[in-house]
């Protein structure tokens, strides 16, 4: 270990620095967030530091640095450009005994700035020992977006209700029982993520007491259309902490992998195969498991509330009184559009887009074609490959011109993605062709793949058959699509 971790509370201690140019402010900004009071060595002062030093929240000691200006100070740093006066101040610091910073050249200093990860009351500090800062901070990027949101608010909790607690439970054993149960609860971390302290202390309170609610909870989480890239953060967290995931089918491999391995995985997706879970079987899967006190996830492809059935999961569980949330994912409309280059809206080609789904509900009314044939809107159809004929037929019929542009994208946003373009008249051939799973898109904006499509082969910027792609003339700044 080159250097001890120490948190030293510099509340009201005077904190010399020597410079004030750019990189004296950014330590500065640090040490006046733990209170410190900051002294200046410096002849001029960066405009910031200037505003600070007007605002009364810095003192400007001195114009140039002289060693005496040490024998107040707590700690130094030498921030200057100019290596001679950091040597200086690094032996004149050494010779007082006083810890000194000087800034990037770690042969000059006693103590180092970590990378911070600032969750008051919780700290977490990064050091790389002088040798890698860049590494330091890309690791504290990373820890940020592992760490729940509401770990400052378990800590804050936690110091309110310390006494309390240790009046209350005599052993140590049983007060690391309690904490460790308290911590580790779905519902307590929920409530603290979302800064609701006031029911999470209801909740100390109750387990406290003896009355800690033995159920688990459910998370219906959105695991997006394929790249794991695509989960949310919140997303993330959830899977990483579930005792049991129920997922899709369509959950992609790369998001199956983030789940924590010692978690029960189970799949109870309605597979092509025919073998399938009822709808009526997860939902009791779902009730039973966390009435087992469980952190469960119900992880589903795209969003759970586009056609992901997730209204009637949460109905069962309300009924059976089990606590849930439900985070979004992103549909795949909006991972396989953009993965696509197929702007869903558009000023010049599309003011709306529809979500529409291909298979109905045997005693479902029939579809408003005239409103789905509308020209300028883009329509997706999910689980539409099977029905593209009759699709295509009834959009003609209805009035869509049989040249609009449409594409089939299948396994959007995982790196088999292909995306299938030619015209509406087209679709049934497209989507014949088409791996599952696939979305059709009908509109003109499905011409811009051919000039904005990015993921995996980058398409020909040429016309295609259809006569409806061209590639701009040079130095042309309008868009090459023509729209009829
Ligand atoms: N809740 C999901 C949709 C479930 S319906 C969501 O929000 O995305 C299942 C249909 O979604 C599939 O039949 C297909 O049309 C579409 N789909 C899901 N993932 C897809 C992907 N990666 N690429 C293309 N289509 C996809």
Known sequence: MDYFPLFADLKGRPVLVVGAGGVALRKIRLLLKCGALIRIAADKLHPHIRSLHEAGRVEWAARAFSPELLDTAFLAVAATNDADLNEQVFQAAQQRRLLVNTVDDPARCNFIFPSIIDRHPIQIAISSGGQAPVLARLLREKLEA???????????????????????????????????????????????????????????????????????????????????????LKGLQRIQEADVVLYDALVSEQVLELVRRDADKICVGKRANGGSVPQEETNRLLVRYALAGKRVVRLKGGDPFVFGRGGEELEALREAGVPFEVVPGITAALGAAAYAGIPLTHRDHAHSAMFIPGQRKIDADAPDWQALAQSRQTLVVYMGTIKAAELARE????????????????????????????????????????PLPALLIIGETAALHHRLGWFGEQPALSADRSGWYVQPAAGADKPAVRVA
Not at 192 to 200: F, K, M
Not at 204 to 227: F, H, I, M, S
Not at 401 to 427: I, K, N, R, W
């Open 146 to 232: 592992l760490l729940p949101q509401g770990l400052g608010v378990m800590a804050g909790i936690a110091g309110r209700w310390r006494g309390r607690v240790k009046a209350k439970l005599v052993s140590t054993a049983q007060r690391r029982r309690f904490w460790e149960k308290l911590f580790t609860s779905a519902a307590f971390q929920r409530l603290a993520d979302s800064r609701r302290s006031r029911e999470a202390e209801r909740l100390v309170r109750r387990q406290l007491a003896g009355d800690w609610p033995q159920t688990g909870e459910v998370a219906l989480v959105g695991a997006g259309p394929g790249d794991a890239g695509l989960l949310t």
């Open 395 to 434: 959009l003609i019929a209805h009035g869509r011109a049989a040249d609009t542009p449409a594409a089939v994208v299948s396994c959007g946003t995982l790196p088999g993605q292909q995306v299938f373009s030619g015209s509406l008249s087209e679709l049934p051939g497209l989507a014949e062709k088409a």
